[in-house]
């Protein structure tokens, strides 16, 4: 039996349909960057807490030296918590999280805890951009060694952060200015680059 495939179509159409449904006091609809926790507190009633100590999270896996947790949804509690150290450093990461959590509330299970480990979130890079190319529409998640439900969360915070018709808008009006557009949505070089590969 073949593995499931990560539809990146539906995700999209997930995230869109979330943006175009957010009353205007959340988001307008044009201002930048996306207000992610804003839309995880207003929305969905989502505490997002950023903390020191990831380890003391109810439930939290134990820890292997070198291994941290980024992020975790903790439906129970209507809590999304944030690694406080990694926000601190790169706070375009911050935002990923938020939407990787969101993600996985509304995509999959909302009754057990979701922990994700810092490399099951994409990863804040500050590598240049390579030259964007259209990907095929359904992803094998498979390449990306990475479990669907991850796959799924990146691909969801990704559409909700830098939605498709604002990237393409954007892109052109800066005159592809990479550095502008990481401005703008407060993205992370390597989020935006990837996201520039999917929609341009």
Not at 3 to 29: F, M, Q, S
Not at 151 to 168: C, D, Q, V
Not at 177 to 193: E, I, N, P, T, W
Request: aromatic fraction near 6%.
């Amino acid at each position: 039996m073949a593995e499931p495939e990560l539809d990146v179509e539906a995700i999209e159409r997930r995230a869109v349909k979330l943006l175009t449904e957010l009353p205007p006091y959340v988001w307008n609809g044009a201002d930048l960057p996306i207000p992610v926790e804003d839309i995880a507190d207003t929305c969905f009633g989502l505490l997002v807490r950023d903390q020191d100590d990831m380890a003391a999270a109810p439930g939290a896996p134990p820890l292997r030296d070198g291994q941290s947790l980024s992020g975790l949804l903790l439906p129970s509690r209507q809590e999304i918590w944030v690694n406080a150290e990694e926000a601190r450093r790169w706070p375009p990461r911050r935002r990923f999280t938020i939407g990787h959590e969101l993600g996985h509330f509304l995509l999959h299970s909302r009754d057990n805890a979701v922990m994700c480990r810092h490399a099951s979130i994409d990863p804040a890079d500050d590598q240049p951009a390579p030259a964007p190319a259209s990907p095929p529409a359904v992803v094998d998640h498979r390449k990306a060694k990475l479990p669907l439900p991850e796959a799924e969360a990146n691909a969801f915070a990704a559409a909700l952060l830098m939605p498709a018709p604002l990237i393409k808008r954007f892109y052109k009006s800066t005159g592809k200015d990479f550095d502008r557009l990481c401005s703008l949505f407060d993205s992370s070089r390597g989020a935006m680059g990837r996201r520039l590969h999917a929609v341009i």
